[in-house]
């Protein structure tokens, strides 16, 4: 395992992120405490120290989990959690983005995983009521007092992050450093806004649903599961992954890790992890030790370019409007009088 800078931070995360929303079993899903003890050691063994967990996974057992298990070595890992989501159904200020929910959620969450501090804190999704001045100003108190020392921001539009960070920095406050977006090969969508936005920001990307809920791994293309056996198998968003175009990606995926001798997951992670020139952190959401070894493979793992020309092949988007219509030859030689091809492109930033 190696490790990345934090987006403009000195924050070093290790280059694939466990995650717990797989830790406890109260979603009728998920792994005993004895098996995530399991992970967490073969993850640590392979280098790995960055753990992602959220204040509402499995009714605040995965915080719990992460907590007790962490404790002997609390210093060693680079703990995240988030917060948003609604811990209290029927208070309307129990969940979203506001000052009163971050408070106590944030309160909630040191509580649960034994510790004075959270390393990195996600906002998990955005609310589109509270003020984007507020949700900058109240993260940034969080970090003045010590309670969190790095911001991140989850499942949330381009033009919201960018205005965010803008005003961060035009105010002097945290900006955020990471953003976390499902992404995947049945999945390119943040390719249009998200990744290029994170890109000219300086954001690290670490995607969750590299596996789209256990389709790529293979499994749904010698068997299509009955109504809910998707989601009782991987999870939440399982079922939602399962149709024809997904199946014939995964069958694509098939192929290749065939041409390479690998797993199907290994190829589906490696494929994410040669994105965005191999800057993301994606994250890993296995249910049992031996998911988790075999996911760990894909750090040894480079794909070739006949490979990643296949896949992507199987699985690209159409970016649309209006990226289609400026990188267009017509519009390109509009801007550039033909010049365009003797302009030397600026060095990638970061």
């Not at 509580?111 to 004075?116: A, E, K, N, V």
């Not at 995607?207 to 749904?220: I, T």
């Not at 694509?252 to 490696?270: T, Y």
């Not at 030859?329 to 030397?344: A, K, Q």
Request: hydrophobic share 40%; with cysteine.
């Amino acid at each position: 395992m190696r490790y990345r800078l934090l987006g403009r931070s000195g924050l070093r995360v290790s280059e694939l992120s466990l995650g717990a929303m797989t830790f406890g079993e109260d979603w009728g899903w998920g792994a005993a405490k004895e098996e995530c003890r399991r992970m967490l050691e073969l993850y640590v063994e392979a280098g790995g120290n960055f753990i992602d967990t959220a204040n509402n996974y499995t009714n605040g057992t995965s915080e719990s989990f992460v907590g007790e298990l962490c404790a002997a070595e609390r210093d060693r890992y680079v703990i995240a959690t988030k917060y948003t989501l609604s811990n209290r159904p029927g208070d309307p200020n129990a969940g979203g983005n506001g000052r009163k929910n971050l408070v106590q959620s944030v309160e909630g969450s040191l509580r649960r995983l034994r510790t004075d501090r959270i390393d990195l804190l996600w906002l998990h999704a955005w609310d589109f009521l509270t003020p984007v001045e507020e949700v900058m100003r109240s993260l940034d108190d969080l970090v003045r007092a010590g309670k969190v020392l790095y911001l991140g921001i989850s499942d949330t539009p381009a033009w919201i992050v960018a205005r965010a960070n803008t005003l961060a920095e035009l105010r002097g406050w945290t900006r955020f450093s990471a953003l976390q977006i499902q992404y995947s090969l049945v999945d390119r969508t943040p390719e249009r806004e998200l990744l290029p936005m994170a890109e000219a920001l300086e954001l690290t990307v670490t995607p969750w649903g590299a596996l789209a809920g256990g389709v790529l791994s293979g499994k749904y293309n010698t068997a299509r599961p009955k109504p809910g056996e998707a989601r009782l198998a991987d999870g939440p968003m399982s079922a939602a992954y399962v149709n024809e175009r997904n199946l014939a990606i995964a069958a694509a995926v098939g192929e290749v890790a065939r041409q390479v001798d690998r797993s199907p997951s290994q190829v589906a992670l490696a494929w994410v992890r040669q994105q965005l020139g191999g800057t993301m952190v994606p994250i890993l959401g296995a249910r049992t030790l031996a998911q988790l070894k075999d996911n760990l493979g894909s750090l040894e793992l480079t794909l070739p370019e006949d490979a990643l020309a296949r896949l992507d092949a199987a699985s690209r988007i159409e970016l649309g409007f209006p990226h289609d219509f400026l990188r267009s030859p017509f519009v390109l030689g509009l801007i550039h009088g033909g010049t365009r091809e003797r302009i030397i492109d600026p060095p990638a930033r970061g």
